[in-house]
Every structure is written in structure tokens, then in C-alpha cells.
């Protein structure tokens, strides 16, 4: 059965603190990885897509990384503005899951000025 | 990235009536929008699959007599919550995908809809 864990459920940070989440996931043939921060009340904004292992994206601060078990969203410096909950998504090549995407639970990040 | 429009943000509506809630994709066209529910702190479960011109594709357990789901054109889907039920309260969520973009495999998803049955 494919599917999606993060860790930890919950972060909080100093500013400038770095960090990483961690995103394990099993699926029968990756399409691809997916990262997204969701703010409370709001809809998952995109940030990355990763599809093959040892591929890397950046934007700003973030940092997404891929391996054939997990991913890693790395933080550097963060700041306030980076409080959100990030969710790490899959999707199949095979199976009865193919097309959709498969999320995780979400890491709820806290950055304390 | 592309946009996806979701309406209403909130809405409040009493037991035993229907809801309906749009989604659109603004600047792109998407033949699959797809439908998802949110508890809290839980991961987005998808619904459906809403694909233009045809019938919707549902996930085990969601009922589509209940939760009828229209994808008339290739910018807008509709989901309508019929005779709702305070359990149907919860966070709706739509994502769209762009089938232009040339791995087809990213989607985008609307801003959601808080949906309180009293």
C-alpha cells in the first residue's frame, strides 16, 4: 500500500535556527514527490516537485531533497513568516492510487522570533 | 503557478440542506479537478476525481449520492453537499491539474472551503 509519513508531527524554532523535515515514504514507482506549506485555513500552496533520487530544488529559504525512501525539506535561517504546515505528497506510477497524490500528515513548523 | 479558485471561503448552512461549492482553474485548463476533505491536523483525503465531460471517479467509503460532483467545462468543477449533516462539517479542498505543462503531474489546489452544518 503506498504510502506517506512525516516527522516530526510538530517543529518550532528559534529564528535562524536551521532544520529539516523528513517525509519517508513507500509507493509502487514514484511519479513524484511533492512539497507544500498550507497555511491555517488556506488551501496547500506548491513548492517543489522532486522525481528522481538525488535531484534537488531551492526556493529561498527551503531546500528539498530526494532519496529512493525519503525526502528532506531543509530550512536555513528561518524566519517568522516561515510558520506554516509544509505536507509531503506522492504519486504513483502504478496501481490503484496512479494519478492521485498521497499525503502525509504534515510537520506544523513554529518559528519564534 | 497556476491559479486555482475555490468558492465560497465559509459557508454556514443548516442540517438537512445542499451546498454547492466551485472550483476554478483561472488561467489554465484542467481535464481533472480533484475533490478532498480535510479534518484537523490530518492529512487531505481525496474524494474524487472529477474529469471534464464524465462521470466522477470516488474513493472508497465517499458517498456520490451525497456529494455530487459536476466537471460541466475544462475551468470549472462544482461539488455540492446534499441534505448536509453537521459530520459533513469539515474543510473541503479542490486541486486542478494543468495537462499543457509538460510533465502533467503537478497540481494546484484552491484556497478551500469551511463548511459548518448547524
Known amino acids: 500500500e503506498d504510502q506517506v509519513t512525516q516527522s516530526p508531527e510538530a517543529l518550532r524554532l528559534q529564528e535562524g535556527e536551521s532544520s529539516s523535515l523528513n517525509c519517508s515514504y513507500t509507493?509502487?514507482?514514484?511519479?513524484?514527490l511533492f512539497w507544500y506549506r498550507q497555511d491555517p485555513g488556506k488551501g496547500p500552496e506548491f513548492l517543489f516537485t522532486l522525481y528522481s533520487a538525488g535531484e534537488e530544488k531551492e526556493k529561498e529559504r527551503l531546500k528539498a531533497t530526494l532519496t529512493k525512501k525519503e525526502s528532506f525539506l531543509h530550512i536555513t535561517a528561518p524566519k517568522p513568516e516561515d510558520s506554516a504546515t509544509y505536507l509531503c505528497?506522492?504519486?504513483?506510477?502504478?496501481?490503484?492510487?496512479?494519478?492521485?497524490?498521497?499525503f502525509g500528515k504534515g510537520t506544523k513548523l513554529s518559528v519564534k522570533p | 503557478g497556476a491559479v486555482v479558485s475555490q468558492h465560497p471561503s465559509w459557508v454556514i448552512c443548516k442540517s438537512g440542506t445542499s451546498v454547492k461549492i466551485e472550483c476554478r482553474s483561472l488561467d489554465f485548463q484542467a481535464t481533472t479537478m480533484f475533490w478532498y476533505r480535510q479534518f484537523p491536523k490530518q492529512s487531505l483525503m481525496l474524494m474524487a476525481t472529477s474529469n471534464e465531460g464524465s462521470k466522477a471517479t470516488y474513493e472508497q467509503g465517499v458517498e456520490k449520492d451525497k456529494f455530487l460532483i459536476n466537471h460541466a467545462s475544462l475551468t470549472l468543477s462544482t461539488l455540492t453537499v446534499t441534505s448536509a449533516h453537521p459530520e459533513d462539517s469539515s474543510f473541503y479542498i479542490c486541486?486542478?491539474?494543468?495537462?499543457?505543462?509538460?510533465?502533467?503531474?503537478?497540481?494546484?489546489f484552491g484556497q478551500g472551503t469551511r463548511l459548518t452544518v448547524v
Open positions: 509507493v509502487s514507482g514514484l511519479r513524484g
Open positions: 486541486s486542478a491539474r494543468d495537462f499543457l505543462t509538460v510533465t502533467n503531474t503537478e497540481a494546484f
Open positions: 505528497a506522492v504519486q504513483a506510477l502504478y496501481g490503484g492510487s496512479q494519478g492521485n497524490l498521497i
